[in-house]
């Protein structure tokens, strides 16, 4: 079965500075990989996806992740945080080339220190 | 454009009466459509799965249940709500390997 880590809980960045946000998946064929994240209150809004091809993939809002196989990895990344980015962000994993079922990570929120 | 609508958004209920959430998609046919609870602070729960109408998965056992009476609607029940079922209740649907699409949620407070 797969699964999906986000190791960090909580992080807090200055406004202006780079963001990383760490996301490892366990899955025995190709992954499908998302990026979603959710403001206080709201539902879930898809901020970008991997299926194929170009390892590193653009998303709305500024945002990148990149797919690295060979360390069950989908960093999201944005090189510029904005006050308007404090959210939590998911990662998840979809099970096979049917496309069902989605695995989600804990979630990492976000906060942006002015 | 297919869009998803969840209501009510909030909603206060005593402890030991019913409840029902309702979700609907427009713009799509023949969606998979799931239910999630986020408890505070807590990540994302499944609970019920839908693949077509009249047809649900539970993933844990509880206290709820989920019914699919068109194929673009899918419900979200209890007879007797518990205090422990409090949090964010999240519908989503997904049709194809386009990850999901999800509601805006409703807050559900058992009092």
């Known amino acids: 079965a797969q699964s999906v880590t986000q190791p960090d809980i909580h992080i807090t960045v200055s406004e202006g500075a780079s963001l990383e946000l760490r996301c490892n998946y366990s899955?025995?064929?190709?992954?499908?990989l998302f990026w979603y994240v959710q403001s206080p209150g709201q539902g879930l809004q898809l901020l970008l996806k991997?299926?194929?091809?170009?390892?590193l993939v653009q998303g709305i809002k500024g945002f990148e992740a990149e797919f690295k196989r060979s360390q069950s990895s989908f960093n999201l990344r944005k090189p510029s945080v904005h006050w308007s980015d404090a959210a939590e962000y998911f990662c998840?994993?979809?099970?096979?080339?049917?496309?069902?079922?989605?695995?989600f990570g804990g979630g990492t929120r976000l906060m942006v220190k002015p | 454009s297919q869009t998803i609508h969840q209501w009510p958004a909030t909603l206060v209920q005593p402890v030991g009466s019913p409840l029902s959430l309702e979700c609907t998609v427009e713009?799509?046919?023949?969606?998979?459509l799931y239910w999630y609870r986020q408890a505070a602070g807590r990540g994302l729960q499944l609970l019920f799965y839908?693949?077509?109408?009249?047809?649900i998965s539970s993933e844990v056992p509880q206290n709820l249940s989920a019914s699919r009476p068109q194929d673009r609607q899918f419900i979200l029940s209890s007879k007797k709500l518990l205090l422990s079922d409090s949090g964010f209740y999240l519908c989503?649907?997904?049709?194809?390997?386009?990850?999901?699409?999800f509601g805006s949620g409703t807050r559900l407070t058992v009092v």
């Open positions: 989503a649907w997904q049709q194809g390997n386009y990850g999901y699409t």
């Open positions: 899955y025995g064929a190709t992954p499908y």
């Open positions: 991997y299926f194929s091809g170009d390892t």
């Open positions: 998840a994993v979809g099970a096979d080339n049917a496309g069902n079922m989605l695995t």
């Open positions: 713009g799509t046919s023949n969606p998979n």
């Open positions: 839908s693949v077509g109408i009249g047809q």
